[in-house]
């Protein structure tokens, strides 16, 4: 289910709370101590808070509006940042207490209203649900959700037929559709009307055979009415689209053991608690971010159980930055859930963002141990491995996954060439030319694969027009990214044409300012077109930005000597290199100098 305009409208002042809450930021630290607090002056903790806010650490900026809203109890200012800030960490049942005394102080409080309907719902308490949820706010997405979670409330009332007239009576965009027939099938599933049930699933299904809450409604319905052939059919056309969802391998397994599936949703808290999933997920997908992680945290709260809640909270964390808050939430998916496996590779990637590749390796290498086919969670090991630089290791676990591929396809790509990029890292170039070749085989169009290939060739002086040609396409498949225009620039500069490298490396630095490589290569063709006074300054820049060890020691040596001389000593240096290394009874040729750091950014090396 899609949205093609988002359009809650909270006002101003919440909107913009809840966005600085929800930016992309880890949690900083621990909520500082209570005794710590309560002996601050109320302006220090206010201070405080709201660099906390700044700093996206939830945890802190709960814990200095507590007290604040402690010595200031009718300050709707204070009342209301308190408020947002325990919805975005999930303290639901502290957001529910300040609720209900911010629509003390204003009546018309949208989000209060909507916690204190959610609240009713959780409590059974049906007609004071309805109450507040007329309340919850305007504009489409409000709207939508105050009508499905009224509709929950009347099936919890034991009036089925008033919840799905209400869905039915909702105008709105067109993206409606495919929410009010998957809510009014769950509900008349739930309430045991067959026949309608399954037209209305089956309408949504129609509607976004994509989402795997909507196949799964309808296929579990089927198993109990329409036959297992039917459900089997249905989780397959899914896998033909999404492939090897780990729920949709299971319901298969299950139904082909002969079991039929449950209704998805069977209390009115669980359907409430899927209204909101279902539309927090979706504002998370179209980028609304803030709200969906108020409307997730809500339905968390509803209902526990629920673990793709869990999954997209996490997800949604991971997409912020919030990285220990992501983990904590894969480390809570239970070991017989479906989505273990990807929880905990999930984990494992947030574990390596937060420095902890130890842990981060040993989960993942556990994860593999224990499911050797598993093809995501063998690439995840290679990737962590390569982004720490195992180079060696990273190419042997690529191998592993390699061999089970019967036959590659298109999709395969990345195995060869991430494995084709640690292989030309541990100079072991024909290797790394051979992946190169094959994945670009796989994906012809791949703008990552023609910049690492092309970029190499021209790099070690061979293939010129080939290479050069390779990079320009991979420029025009991707216009603004700066690594891929600084290798058309170094191009350009090995095959003599100055002005033109000039041209592109100004514009890969315009885009990529902070790259050591980016500005060492603008200075070289600065020198070749006669700009010396600038060649040294860009690469004393280059030389601030913290290069690599063998690179800095270039660097220092062209600001010191310029570039000819430069060059001289260093191919003097390379010809003794050879002469040592390559004797006439060995007649083999010498590693290659691995390429810059610049096509290894641009490519994910």
Not at 50 to 55: D, H, K, T, Y
Not at 295 to 313: N, V
Not at 495 to 506: C, K, Q, S
């Amino acid at each position: 289910m899609t949205f093609r305009r988002l359009s809650l409208r909270p006002g101003a002042a919440i909107l913009a709370t809840l966005a600085a809450l929800g930016s992309a930021s880890p949690v900083l630290a621990d909520a500082p101590p209570a005794e710590f607090i309560a002996r601050s002056a109320p302006a220090g903790n206010y201070l405080a808070a709201r660099l906390a806010i700044a700093e996206r650490d939830t945890g802190a900026a709960a814990a200095y509006y507590r007290e604040l809203v402690r010595i200031f109890p009718r300050s709707g200012e204070l009342l209301e940042r308190a408020f947002l800030t325990l919805l975005a960490e999930g303290s639901i049942d502290e957001a529910v207490d300040l609720a209900q005394r911010i629509v003390r102080i204003d009546p018309e409080h949208t989000l209060a209203r909507l916690v204190l309907g959610v609240k009713a719902i959780k409590s059974k308490q049906y007609v004071t649900a309805r109450s507040n949820l007329r309340r919850s706010g305007q504009g489409a997405i409000a709207e939508l959700n105050s009508t499905l979670l009224t509709a929950w409330s009347q099936f919890g009332s034991g009036n089925a037929r008033a919840g799905v007239a209400a869905i039915d009576a909702l105008q709105g965009p067109e993206w409606y559709a495919g929410f009010k027939d998957f809510h009014a099938g769950l509900i008349l599933d739930a309430a045991g009307v067959k026949k309608e049930a399954g037209q209305r699933l089956e309408g949504a299904l129609k509607i976004d055979p994509r989402t795997l809450r909507v196949v799964d409604g309808y296929a579990r319905w089927a198993s109990r009415n329409a036959g297992k052939d039917v459900a089997i059919e249905t989780f397959e056309a899914f896998n033909r689209l999404v492939p090897n969802d780990p729920l949709v391998t299971r319901s298969i397994d299950q139904l082909k053991a002969g079991k039929t599936l449950p209704p998805l949703v069977t209390t009115p808290a669980a359907g409430a608690a899927e209204a909101l999933y279902s539309i927090g997920a979706a504002l998370g997908r179209q980028g609304g971010e803030d709200l969906a992680l108020v409307y997730l945290q809500l339905g968390r709260w509803l209902d526990p159980s629920h673990a793709l809640i869990d999954i997209t909270l996490a997800d949604l964390f991971e997409s912020m930055k919030r990285h220990d808050d992501a983990i904590a939430l894969y480390e809570q998916v239970p070991a017989g859930s479906p989505f273990k496996i990807n929880a905990d590779v999930q984990r494992a990637l947030n574990l390596d963002a937060v420095g902890k590749f130890d842990e981060a390796r040993a989960t993942l290498e556990k994860v593999v141990a224990d499911n050797p086919t598993d093809q995501r969670s063998i690439m995840a090991l290679g990737d962590v491995l390569r982004s720490n630089e195992k180079f060696a290791e990273a190419a042997l676990v690529y191998t592993k996954a390699i061999d089970q591929l019967q036959t590659p396809a298109a999709s395969d790509w990345m195995l060869y060439y991430f494995r084709g990029t640690c292989y030309e890292r541990t100079k072991q170039w024909d290797k790394s030319e051979a992946d190169l070749e094959k994945a670009l085989a796989l994906k012809p169009d791949q703008p990552h694969v023609l910049n690492y290939l092309g970029y190499s060739w021209i790099d070690q002086g061979v293939n010129l027009d080939q290479g050069t040609d390779m990079i320009r396409k991979a420029v025009s498949l991707r216009p603004d990214d700066g690594f891929f225009i600084d290798s058309l620039g170094w191009a350009y500069y090995r095959t003599g044409h100055y002005d033109d490298a000039v041209r592109e490396l100004e514009r890969a630095v315009e885009l990529k300012p902070n790259e050591a490589v980016i500005n060492d290569h603008l200075g070289d063709a600065y020198w070749k077109v006669g700009r010396k006074l600038e060649a040294r300054f860009k690469w004393s820049h280059a030389r601030d930005l913290k290069p690599e060890p063998d690179e800095l020691a270039d660097i220092e040596r062209k600001i010191a000597v310029g570039l000819d001389e430069a060059e001289r000593v260093k191919a003097g240096k390379a010809e003794v290199q050879k002469t040592e290394a390559v004797t006439p009874a060995e007649p083999q040729k010498a590693a290659v100098d691995k390429t810059q750091d610049a096509a290894k950014q641009g490519n994910g090396g």
